[in-house]
């Protein structure tokens, strides 16, 4: 089963709206035509209206880079998947490992997160991903399984049909330090693997998991190509309209 690639930019706290639209305004003649692979924006909050404007029509996708998991409520700060929604974006990713990390996303809000979007139809992209520490001492894939296990808890097959899973070893991001292609493809291999378990292996086939952690336009022909990666969340390499290009144009 073939998989369309999807190639996404994680802008984080990055780009003003007028800023966005400057990228857009840029980047939409480089990447004209080109059909091979789906592309995604996850911009700011403040700039997803914007961004879903600029889009319109050119097959971009637009999504967010959080999303909360309450319906509406005493949250603030926070995003809703019917606010999300009614600005015309499609897509959110879940579980950052800078989510994680500075704000303290656990397996279980994950989870809920995912659930949600997955009930609003929005499309989820699920990072996860092993710290240094953990790769060191051999845990990679129990960390991978956890992450996995607990993201999945209570999502069926036929829900999980739109799911993407972004393998983002945390220390591979934003240090310039990528992982090789081998160890990008072991660890993909595992998480398939553990989605199979999870929810058969017909809705694993289907199942986009891109590559996070250090991509650019030097590293992508390489990683790309690889059969098991079908695309790449990319942070520091995609707030310039040319270089984020260029790795669309692997
Ligand atoms: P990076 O970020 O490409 O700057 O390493 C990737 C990410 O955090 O999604």
Same mark, same amino acid.
């Given at each position: 089963? $073939?998989?369309?690639?999807?190639?996404?930019?994680?802008?984080?706290?990055?780009?003003?709206?007028?800023? @966005?639209?400057?990228?857009?305004?840029?980047?939409?003649?480089?990447?004209?035509?080109?059909?091979?692979?789906?592309?995604?924006?996850?911009? $700011?909050?403040?700039?997803?209206?914007?961004?879903?404007?600029?889009?319109?029509?050119?097959?971009?996708?637009? %999504?967010?880079?959080?999303?909360?998991? @309450? !319906?509406?409520?005493?949250?603030? %700060?926070?995003?809703?998947? @019917?606010?999300?929604?009614?600005?015309?974006?499609?897509?959110?990713?879940?579980?950052?490992?800078?989510?994680?990390?500075?704000?303290?996303?656990?397996?279980?809000?994950?989870?809920?997160?995912?659930?949600?979007?997955?009930?609003?139809?929005?499309?989820?992209?699920?990072?996860?991903? !092993?710290?240094?520490?953990?790769?060191?001492? %051999?845990?990679?894939?129990?960390?991978?399984?956890?992450?996995?296990?607990?993201?999945?808890?209570?999502?069926?097959?036929?829900?999980?049909?739109?799911?993407?899973?972004?393998?983002?070893?945390?220390?591979?991001?934003?240090?310039?330090?990528?992982?090789?292609? !081998?160890?990008?493809?072991?660890?993909?291999?595992?998480?398939?693997? !553990?989605?199979?378990?999870?929810? %058969?292996?017909?809705?694993a086939k289907a199942t986009r998991i891109l590559y996070g952690g250090s991509v650019k336009p030097e590293n992508a022909t390489a990683?790309?190509?690889?059969?098991?990666?079908?695309?790449?969340?990319?942070?520091?390499?995609?707030?310039?309209?040319?270089?984020?290009?260029?790795?669309?144009?692997?």
């Amino acid at each position: 089963m $073939s998989r369309k690639a999807l190639i996404a930019a994680n802008w984080k706290m990055y780009k003003t709206p007028a800023e @966005a639209l400057a990228f857009v305004d840029a980047f939409l003649p480089l990447i004209a035509g080109h059909t091979r692979d789906e592309i995604a924006l996850f911009p $700011s909050v403040t700039s997803l209206a914007t961004v879903v404007k600029a889009v319109e029509g050119s097959g971009v996708i637009a %999504g967010l880079q959080n999303m909360h998991f @309450a !319906e509406d409520g005493a949250y603030t %700060g926070e995003t809703s998947a @019917a606010m999300l929604k009614a600005v015309g974006a499609t897509h959110t990713l879940i579980g950052h490992s800078e989510r994680r990390q500075y704000f303290n996303e656990t397996d279980e809000i994950v989870n809920k997160k995912l659930h949600t979007a997955l009930k609003h139809g929005i499309v989820p992209v699920v990072c996860i991903g !092993e710290l240094l520490h953990e790769r060191e001492a %051999g845990h990679t894939a129990q960390v991978l399984l956890t992450q996995l296990k607990g993201a999945l808890a209570g999502i069926s097959a036929a829900a999980a049909h739109t799911l993407v899973i972004a393998y983002e070893p945390v220390w591979a991001i934003g240090t310039g330090k990528t992982a090789t292609p !081998e160890m990008a493809v072991e660890a993909h291999m595992i998480i398939r693997a !553990e989605l199979a378990n999870i929810l %058969g292996s017909h809705v694993a086939k289907a199942t986009r998991i891109l590559y996070g952690g250090s991509v650019k336009p030097e590293n992508a022909t390489a990683l790309l190509g690889e059969e098991e990666i079908d695309g790449a969340l990319v942070g520091g390499a995609s707030l310039k309209p040319d270089s984020f290009a260029a790795i669309v144009h692997y």
